[in-house]
């Protein structure tokens, strides 16, 4: 299902290139058109991927923090819109030292902060095999993801329940949240990753401007205050995919309560 350049060989890594020579010949001959699927869902690993009928298409994940290559992302997504990345995974930078060694997760990419995922009561995800989604359903009927991320937390995090659901509509993306803590010591803080340009001049929405694609984010704004940090790009391996800049856009909760949840609809929208 890869792209073939002129030779017939996949692109990809070299490990995927060697592979492939032993099929060249098939390659070649075969040309079937490629048909996207609506959704798929990968059991073990717990992630799925999901297409809506105006060009997007979502990826979110369960699983747990002790994965082969883990990042501290129980329970993030990443939305593209005609194939072009709006909300996303940073990624990961030029291998070091830290990358496979005890300090890993002191590196920035790694962390939950860095993902499209709460920070609770200052806290994000601790990494290891115990801190895990539960509760994990997908349905494929209605184009729904769900679970409860509670667990991929810490002790100090204070959260009892956390669920997030991801639903495809016909014409937008609706995400919620719904959670429950056991104490209060900062704001609930909801983080999104993007490259693109962001406009938050009207209150309660966000456009992003993404490689000459717009989508619009709703949220509620008498619920949360917003906030727009840039994490500049000084790593070669990132700056050859997003650029100088990434943005992280935090939503931060205004009230102390120990209950509450919202809703963020993303649809696209033309540019002003």
Not at 64 to 78: L, R
Request: hydrophobic share 35%; proline share 3%; glycine share 10%.
């Amino acid at each position: 299902n890869q792209l073939k350049n002129n030779i017939g060989i996949p692109d990809g890594d070299i490990l995927d290139i060697l592979q492939s020579l032993l099929y060249r010949k098939e390659f070649m001959a075969d040309d079937t058109p490629y048909e996207s699927a609506a959704c798929t869902w990968y059991v073990g690993a717990e992630i799925c991927h999901m297409r809506g009928g105006t060009g997007f298409m979502l990826a979110a994940k369960g699983g747990h923090n002790g994965e082969s290559h883990n990042h501290n992302d129980v329970g993030s997504f990443i939305l593209y819109l005609n194939s072009t990345p709006v909300f996303i995974d940073p990624g990961v930078g030029t291998y070091e030292r830290k990358t496979f060694g005890r300090e890993r997760y002191s590196v920035w990419t790694m962390q939950s902060a860095f993902h499209n995922l709460p920070e609770i009561n200052g806290k994000g995800q601790c990494h290891g095999a115990a801190y895990k989604a539960a509760d994990v359903v997908f349905d494929a009927g209605c184009l729904c993801f769900s679970l409860d991320l509670a667990k991929a937390y810490p002790r100090e995090a204070g959260v009892k329940k956390w669920v997030r659901n991801y639903r495809m509509e016909s014409d937008s993306v609706v995400i919620t949240d719904a959670y429950s803590l056991s104490g209060f010591r900062e704001p609930v803080r909801i983080r999104f990753m993007t490259w693109g340009i962001i406009d938050v001049s009207e209150p309660g929405t966000v456009v992003i401007s993404a490689g000459g694609e717009n989508v619009r984010m709703t949220y509620d704004n008498t619920a949360f205050s917003i906030s727009i940090d840039a994490i500049e790009i000084d790593d070669r391996r990132l700056y050859d995919v997003w650029g100088g800049r990434i943005y992280r856009l935090t939503l931060e909760a205004r009230s102390e309560s120990l209950r509450g949840g919202c809703t963020y609809v993303i649809s696209r929208c033309l540019p002003k």
